[in-house]
């Protein structure tokens, strides 16, 4: 019997047949990250159905040396929840570990296991009375865990801050099995580190997030989602700070998108239209909520804005939401970009930020540089503007072969717009975590000394390396590639 045999045996007289596999036909979906760009091999898949299940299977992968990459929705953007190609590994799923612990709509929090997905939680949330304050495209299939493991944004930062700042507690099983214990909320601690915070963002390498206590709040009593034609990024941007001094946290969310991108949704989507009538270089996305059933301060505050902003310039045409249905349909042209933007052909697509005072000069500077130095490349950006962060894509020339032009030109083309997001003091990951696909880069370009402090943490929580190994943290400058 082999290492890996002896293991599978082990495993499942560990977890039962519904907790671990090798069966190809169910372990193999799971090999391969949903844009397709990576696929490694496993052991098996691991689906523990209780924190005390995944402590012992921890322990158990350490006794043999086998590592662990844990996986929440597959839903990631940069290959962080996907094996090698060595076949060592096995993949742990939280999926079955899906239970809402304790909603307290009066405390306004919520206890949940990590493979809750987030749309689960807005409808039990929502049932309640209340909301959670993050959303994003893939609420569908997101898992809490995996978005707490990568700091996921989403539509709302503007207002509310990314996933670091709607967690309250985390339990987490640690590299050596041990049970991290820490869902008790408390406004003030001053008990040393804050561990929870540096298990957030970490994408599975220091710890396996098994539950968190999450912070809700009221419900929008109405909202007010304007779609908005400007002449450039930079009077979006203008327009983000009138919009910030009159609505202050009234206003909820703030994307941009270009004429091309707006062109592509409406082209992928086929009864989609567009909200103006006529064209516009740039659009943005503007929505305004109250938790006041009193509606009328917030037509006002939105007559105010607009009105005003026409007479500053800063507005070309717009058109309010006449319905929650229209309201939707406006936000479906926003969240149909990526997709839309596949479709047309290979791209490489950068999640970046830089600070939002330079986000339009960013744009406006490295576009025309990037599509002069690649020729017949089209570099467009979008997103949430408010926060800085820009979903950044560079289409392929025409004729380029999908999965080719990615492996080549493309890793030149992200090299220089990750040297140019440098230079504008920004990072180049912004809410999608570096995962597998960025971990040199990260290497080449982040500060030694952060850097070293990584892997000394690394090291420190799991000095046999089981934990995600290759992901996130880059190798030292003289380690040899695993």
Request: with cysteine; aromatic share 4%.
């Amino acid at each position: 019997m082999t290492n890996s045999d002896t293991f599978s045996s082990a495993a499942t007289k560990l977890l039962g047949p519904r907790g671990f596999t090798t069966d190809p036909e169910l372990v193999d979906p799971w090999l391969t990250d949903w844009r397709g760009r990576y696929t490694g091999k496993a052991i098996g898949l691991a689906s523990p159905a209780s924190t005390e299940e995944l402590a012992r299977f921890v322990r158990l992968c350490g006794a043999h040396g086998v590592p662990i990459v844990p996986q929440g929705g597959n839903s990631g953007m940069s290959g962080g929840a996907t094996p090698d190609e060595s076949g060592d590994s096995v993949v742990v799923s939280l999926r079955r570990m899906n239970t809402i612990r304790e909603l307290d709509a009066d405390a306004m929090q919520v206890t949940c296991d990590a493979g809750v997905v987030l749309q689960s939680l807005h409808e039990a949330a929502e049932a309640e009375g209340m909301r959670f304050p993050l959303t994003l495209g893939g609420k569908g299939s997101a898992t809490i865990g995996g978005l707490i493991s990568t700091n996921a944004g989403g539509t709302q930062v503007l207002r509310h801050g990314t996933m670091r700042a709607q967690v309250l507690g985390i339990e987490a099983v640690l590299a050596d099995g041990e049970v991290f214990s820490g869902l008790v909320p408390l406004k003030k601690d001053n008990r040393g580190f804050d561990l929870k915070q540096l298990l957030i963002g970490s994408e599975g390498t220091l710890g396996i997030v098994t539950a968190a206590t999450l912070r809700l709040l009221p419900q929008i009593a109405e909202r007010r989602v304007a779609w908005v034609g400007v002449q450039s990024i930079s009077t979006a941007s203008e327009l983000l700070r009138h919009c910030e001094q009159m609505a202050g946290p009234a206003l909820e969310g703030f994307e941009v998108l270009p004429a091309h991108c707006l062109e592509s949704v409406l082209a992928h989507l086929p009864d989609a239209r567009s909200p103006l009538t006529e064209d516009h270089a740039w659009h943005a996305l503007v929505e305004l909520v109250t938790e006041d059933r009193n509606s009328d301060h917030l037509d006002r505050l939105v007559e105010d804005i607009f009105e005003s902003a026409m007479e500053l310039g800063l507005v070309d045409d717009a058109v309010l939401a006449s319905s929650e249905t229209q309201a939707e349909d406006f936000w479906q042209l926003r969240d149909s970009i990526s997709p839309a933007e596949r479709a047309i052909g290979p791209a490489m697509q950068h999640d970046i930020s830089v600070p939002v005072a330079r986000m339009a000069e960013f744009v406006e500077t490295a576009s025309p540089r990037i599509e002069y130095r690649f020729p017949g490349t089209l570099a467009v950006g979008f997103g949430h503007l408010g926060d800085g962060n820009i979903h950044y894509h560079v289409l392929a020339p025409a004729g380029a072969v999908r999965g080719e032009w990615e492996e080549s030109d493309g890793k030149v083309i992200s090299a220089y717009v990750h040297d140019l997001v440098t230079e504008f003091g920004g990072s180049i990951s912004a809410e999608h975590g570096i995962g597998q696909m960025k971990r040199d880069e990260l290497g080449r370009l982040g500060d030694p000394v952060a850097l070293n402090l990584m892997r000394n943490i690394k090291q420190a929580l799991d000095p046999q390396g089981i934990l995600n190994p290759g992901k996130l943290v880059p190798l030292a400058p003289d380690a040899a590639t695993p």
